[in-house]
């Protein structure tokens, strides 16, 4: 339990002091929202329809991009090492970097898109249901992401592989999250549901096949 | 407590490091492993720590819980120093701390003559103070068997005394050190194990 | 020795300056002020609203303008290495993105009436947007870089390499078609904005231009002061 | 000269051999094209007229999130070091690596991107233009990326701030390449003459400006 | 050629690490630098390299072309080994080749003894075979001043002497050493610069 504590203050801390998740997560969010109106032309109307999909598809972007740094790091410097020697089960590990990976990158996005959305004049509407169905997605997002990272760990061709790894598993918290994003609680109320059902299996399974992953490449 | 190897061969990247290798320590012992460079010290010792399997033999340790695996007991400072340079001194130890059990941070601290570079991020630390930050985490959590890998490399004079007080203390309190070297580390070490690999 | 030379003479100047710069742009203040709320016509299809221009367009051209100074004491830093530079661009940063944002603020207030939208991906609104981001960037980089001498290198090719934002914000209207007013006062072939509207406009110009060089001066000041502390410091201080 | 040459040949080597850089960015590619679809919604005609600025957009962020990797490697590792001892000027070693990465991640991309638009059912006819105009601006892109690269070789909040320096760089570059991008040739041409006017600018400046930054890093 | 530091003051991070500092080396010398770990030995090499500038004082080069920076007649031999890990070892020394100048690879395997390991992805390596992997960039290019910190750090013994060779060698044919230690490397100093700085 302490171990657990000790790993997400850790991890936190880390990423409060080089910035590298949300930081470049952030700036790739703020580079699509200025290219993306010169991209697409000054459109008002166009803009607005495509709104909640640019975001959804920057938010899954961002995670993704940000997926390798869960291990890779601890494994280089180490430090993963000697987390496999303590008595905390790996699985607890990946757990905790997912969790700190949550909220140093997907969360803090989640909340901040719908917002940013803001300014590809989204309608004002659809902000709630948007913020909300992010929030829950983004859990998957992270868990999700670490099984990729992990998969990938010290793989010379990580990139790709983690991308082509993880899309599959994305796609579905990317359509139903877009149709929980739409004001219609009719189709809403179940997507939420959906999404909330992927959060909770991803939050059993990730663990399990990351750890998995992590052994393999430790032995 | 005795840890015992029976002949353990170990294979890195396809090819063969070392081939039926015994050993056998006990409480107090500390084994001394040499050998020409690529001989497989560092790969024996991450053998012990359990990163790694044997690719034949095996590894025992006699005199332990049974549900408790061998590297749960090991202590294992590597080559590198797995410290985080955007952390300070005290933060790479805290997370050791929480992270391998209990102990007292101020001793840990105090042990490699750290105190004064306590709130200095990692990042600012020159090699040798690097390379103590990574040896405090022997007298910061309390282990029975202490895996060093090259330890008093890029460590001043001072700084080797007491490293050599550390394992002394720990010999002396029934602990086991198997330890890597290619220089006298200033301790007689009770067996050595010559490794004559490859190069 | 020349080198403290020319700051402390620098000093000097600016202390004996100040007074009358502040003087003056209080009186600027109050004639464009008085000019632009006082006898400016109503816009005959802006209404009231037009007033804000007094402020929105003042705001506009000093933020770029103090985005040039930048630049241009960057390169003088580069080429003349002359110890004034980097501090007059390092202190100047913080005052442009003050006016560059009040520049956003105002023209979004202004753009909810006129196009009905705080916000629209204009090319001029993206170049400007570009631009605050920019002067963040370049205040981010002096916080991250402690070493000073560094810090100040990258943060003039930051500046420098900024710069074609500038004629990229002057021109955007003239790229592609854009909501944007295009240039009616600053173009070849002489103003085309009424007269009753355009000197008040010019005086509250000006009135921002002498507002920056007074607030410039200042943390120009304190700037040298923190930098003398820091050097003493570092001389006196016991071995780390 | 040799030096410049194996400089060259080295970057390639680690590119072929880690394969970072146009891996990640194909990977990413290749996810972009997959969720656009599903983001946008299944409505052809709209997909078909937003394929290029999409591509475009793509092809920017895809060359911005393999910029940090310029320099960030052989600083850590004191490749960098190494190379500012030698008799080759820093102004080549970076005009070297910018075009390693050229070569290695832009220009691929830039001659993909065109066909991989197929998928959004781009008109064929835009494909040549489309090509031609990417080709072009991704000269500019690699080198821009370098100066981002360089400026924040070893910044802990690198990341965000990467986006912020490159991307004023970036939107003239976006602009100008989508005008050229449009099969009218009244447009494209100036257009297309700006782009490589903007490149051979690059090309002078980027080494310039990258090279000072790498020095005050060094020193 | 005649190698000077006059006065020399190192700031790093904001803090004074030496002051004061004087020497002068010349051709067929070799200056050993000692010191407590902070003391600033590797940051004296990084100055002298022209990885870093001095804060007071200058690096004065005599008896040498005059357009020719001092960087350029150095080799540095660093804490950390220069390798790509993806490359072999013989890429790895293939390009400093080219960067640095013109030499013989063989001469360079040879001269630490890793022809037999010349096509080796430089990440299999072994600590110490990583270590002789940056050595062998001594013999590879012919360089006038060499630049070693804690070069013998991880050599088994073999290779100590092999180093030890090309020193030797180096000083015979004029050439200028200066290397940190905290370990004696088998070749007696003509002088030892003592640098007396924090923990
Ligand atoms: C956030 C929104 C806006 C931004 C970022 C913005 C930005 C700018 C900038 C940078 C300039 C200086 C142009 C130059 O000197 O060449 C400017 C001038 C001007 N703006 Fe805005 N503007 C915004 C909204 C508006 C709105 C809504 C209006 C009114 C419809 C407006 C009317 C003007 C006028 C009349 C000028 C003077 C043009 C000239 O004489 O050159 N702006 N604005
Ligand atoms: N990550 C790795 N993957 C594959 N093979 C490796 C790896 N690391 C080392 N080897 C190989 O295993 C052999 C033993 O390496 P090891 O590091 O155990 O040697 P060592 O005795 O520690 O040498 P040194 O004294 O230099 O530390 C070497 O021949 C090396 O080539
Ligand atoms: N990258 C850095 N940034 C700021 N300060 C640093 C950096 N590296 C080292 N220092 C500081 O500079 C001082 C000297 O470091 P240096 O590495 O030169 O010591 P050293 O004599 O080489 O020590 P060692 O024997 O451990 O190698 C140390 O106090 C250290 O804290
Ligand atoms: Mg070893
Ligand atoms: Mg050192």
Redesign the interface.
């Known amino acids: 339990m302490?171990?657990l504590?000790?790993?997400l203050?850790?991890d936190l801390?880390?990423a409060a002091?080089?910035?590298?998740?949300v930081?470049?997560?952030?700036?790739?969010f703020?580079?699509?929202l200025?290219?993306?109106?010169?991209?697409?032309?000054?459109d008002?109307a166009?803009?607005q329809r495509?709104a909640p999909?640019?975001l959804?598809?920057t938010l899954?972007?961002s995670v993704?991009?940000s997926a390798d740094r869960i291990f890779q790091q601890d494994f280089e410097?180490?430090?993963l090492?000697?987390?496999?020697?303590?008595?905390?089960p790996l699985e607890f590990v990946v757990l905790a970097k997912a969790m700190a990976h949550w909220l140093t990158t997907s969360l803090p996005l989640a909340v901040a898109a719908p917002f940013l959305g803001?300014?590809?004049?989204l309608e004002t509407a659809t902000i709630w249901p948007l913020l909300l169905s992010m929030i829950l997605g983004s859990i998957g997002l992270s868990l999700i992401a670490s099984i990729g990272a992990s998969l990938t760990v010290n793989l010379?061709?990580?990139?790709?592989?983690?991308?082509?790894l993880i899309?599959p598993l994305?796609?579905p918290i990317?359509?139903f999250g877009?149709s929980a994003s739409t004001g219609d609680a009719n189709i809403a109320g179940p997507s939420l549901l959906i999404l909330s059902a992927m959060a909770l299996a991803s939050l059993v399974l990730a663990p399990l096949a990351a750890a998995a992953a992590l052994r393999a490449y430790?032995? | 407590m005795l840890v015992r190897g029976e002949n353990l061969s170990c294979e890195r990247g396809g090819r063969l490091v070392f081939a039926d290798l015994n050993f056998a320590l006990g409480d107090g012992g500390f084994l001394q492993l040499t050998g020409r460079n690529g001989a497989g010290k560092s790969s024996l010792l991450r053998l012990i720590?359990?990163?790694?399997?044997p690719a034949q033999g095996r590894l025992l340790l006699e005199g332990a819980a049974p549900d408790v695996p061998l590297?749960?007991y090991?202590h294992?400072v590597?080559h590198?120093?797995?410290?985080?340079t955007?952390?300070t001194v005290r933060?790479n130890l805290?997370?050791?701390?929480?992270?391998?059990?209990d102990g007292s941070l101020d001793a840990g601290l105090a042990s490699m003559n750290l105190t004064a570079l306590a709130d200095y991020p990692a990042a600012l630390l020159s090699a040798g103070q690097k390379r103590r930050l990574a040896l405090a985490?022997l007298a910061l959590v309390q282990r029975r068997i202490w895996l060093l890998d090259e330890p008093s490399v890029g460590l001043d004079d001072a700084s080797q005394l007491l490293l050599v007080a550390l394992m002394q203390n720990h010999l002396a309190t029934n602990g086991l050190i198997i330890a890597a070297t290619h220089v006298a580390l200033g301790i007689k070490p009770h067996q050595v194990l010559h490794l004559g690999g490859t190069q | 020795m020349q080198q403290f030379a020319n700051p402390t003479r620098f000093l000097k100047l600016a202390n004996a300056a100040l007074p009358y710069i502040w003087i003056i742009t209080l009186a600027l203040f109050a004639v464009g002020l008085y000019g632009a709320l006082g006898t400016a016509p109503a816009d005959y299809q802006q209404g009231e609203t037009v007033r804000i221009m007094f402020v929105h367009v003042p705001a506009a051209w000093a933020a770029m303008m103090v985005y040039s100074i930048m630049a241009l004491a960057s390169a003088m830093a580069i080429i003349f290495r002359h110890p004034l530079a980097d501090v007059a661009a390092k202190t100047a940063a913080p005052i442009g993105a003050v006016f560059c944002f009040l520049a956003l603020a105002t023209g979004s207030l202004w753009g909810k009436p006129m196009w009905g939208?705080?916000?629209?991906?204009?090319a001029r609104l993206?170049s400007m947007?570009?631009l605050m981001?920019l002067y963040v960037g370049y205040i981010a980089i002096w916080q991250a870089i402690e070493e000073p001498s560094r810090a100040a290198m990258v943060a003039r090719i930051v500046a420098l390499v900024g710069f074609i934002n500038i004629p990229i914000i002057k021109f955007s209207v003239e790229w592609w078609n854009s909501?944007h007013q295009p240039a009616s006062v600053f173009r070849i072939g002489g103003p085309t904005i009424d007269r009753s509207m355009l000197w008040p406009l010019l005086v509250m110009g000006l009135a921002y231009t002498f507002l920056f060089l007074a607030l410039h001066l200042v943390s120009m000041r304190s700037e040298l002061g923190a930098r003398k502390m820091r050097n003493l410091l570092i001389a006196r201080g016991g071995r780390s």
């Open positions: 302490k171990a504590a000790g790993l203050r850790r801390l880390l002091r080089q910035g590298g998740g930081g470049t997560a952030l700036g790739f703020l580079t699509v200025v290219l993306l109106p010169i991209g697409i032309g000054p008002q166009t803009l495509l999909g640019m959804w598809i899954l972007l993704l991009l410097d180490g430090s090492d000697v987390m496999s020697m303590s008595a905390l803001i300014l590809l004049n010379r061709r990580g990139g790709l592989l983690i991308s082509i899309l994305y796609v990317l359509v877009l430790l032995k | 720590a359990g990163l790694g399997e590297c749960q090991c294992y590597a590198g120093d797995a410290a985080k955007v952390l933060e805290l997370f050791w701390r929480d992270l391998l059990g985490r | 939208a705080w916000w629209v991906w204009d993206t947007f570009v981001l909501l």
